[in-house]
């Protein structure tokens, strides 16, 4: 089983130090690593298609050696998968990411998207999140990982579909199989004054809240202590809604 690695965090990042380690430890697995050289976290789906991508070998945290890329982690996918990595990939693991990609968080998600791109190309994937933004601690999280890699390779997915895993911090009780939750972001828009006397733009504010209260999400499952399993699928046709929108009959 041939592993591609990748995370939003960079390539220098703990996570995927650790999660490339665990995934080396799976009997008759080689992992190749090619993730951002900085980081991208939120850096969304972007495709790079107005400037020259570099690529570089680099060290990770663990000492192992894989591939710095100056795109984005989706970029560092398609870069690997268009033939930079010249033998087959059997599956994407994606992070692990510093902090929990729930709900909506999917959709700026670095750690998500790459593993999104692998769906697109045809590769099963599966995004890891530990929630937590300081501990370092990513040991659990990668050995999950580990632990579900080789079932997906061999189970396979659905065609454009990739499993979201998130790791709750501290004790875990167990695994849930999710649907996505609802996020309640309380960002702000924060204003200063550059050297110059011109004002600048930050999104600021608190790290986002939740729904933690409905059962069977994401959200709640983590909230809880549980890991969660989301299956992401990239149509996101609202199947419910295209009546009504029929119905307002705008066709000739
Ligand atoms: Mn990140």
Request: proline share 6%; hydrophobic share 45%; net charge negative.
């Amino acid at each position: 089983m041939h592993i591609l690695v990748t995370n939003d965090d960079g390539i220098h990042a703990p996570g995927i130090a650790a999660l490339s380690t665990a995934l080396r430890k799976i009997d008759g697995a080689r992992v190749t690593v090619m993730a951002p050289a900085q980081n991208q976290s939120a850096a969304g789906h972007r495709k790079t298609l107005h400037d020259p991508m570099r690529i570089k070998p680099a060290t990770l945290m663990d000492g192992t050696t894989g591939f710095a890329c100056s795109g984005s982690p989706a970029d560092a996918i398609a870069l690997a998968l268009l033939g930079y990595v010249k033998d087959k990939v059997d599956i994407v693991v994606s992070g692990v990411n510093q902090g929990a990609n729930l709900a909506q968080d999917i959709t700026y998600s670095g750690t998500v998207t790459a593993a999104m791109e692998a769906a697109i190309a045809g590769i099963p994937a599966i995004a890891v999140s530990l929630d937590s933004h300081t501990d370092p601690a990513f040991e659990a999280a990668a050995a999950f990982a580990a632990k579900i890699a080789p079932l997906v390779q061999q189970r396979g997915l659905p065609p454009l579909t990739l499993l979201n895993v998130n790791v709750p911090y501290g004790e875990i009780k167990g695994v849930k199989v999710t649907r996505q939750g609802h996020r309640i972001y309380l960002d702000e828009l924060v204003e200063r004054i550059d050297p110059l006397g011109q004002p600048y733009y930050w999104i600021g504010g608190e790290r986002p809240s939740g729904h933690f209260e409905e059962v069977g999400t994401d959200v709640w499952a983590v909230a809880q202590g549980y890991i969660s399993i989301t299956p992401i699928r990239l149509d996101m046709t609202d199947m419910d809604f295209v009546k009504t929108v029929e119905s307002w009959n705008l066709g000739a």
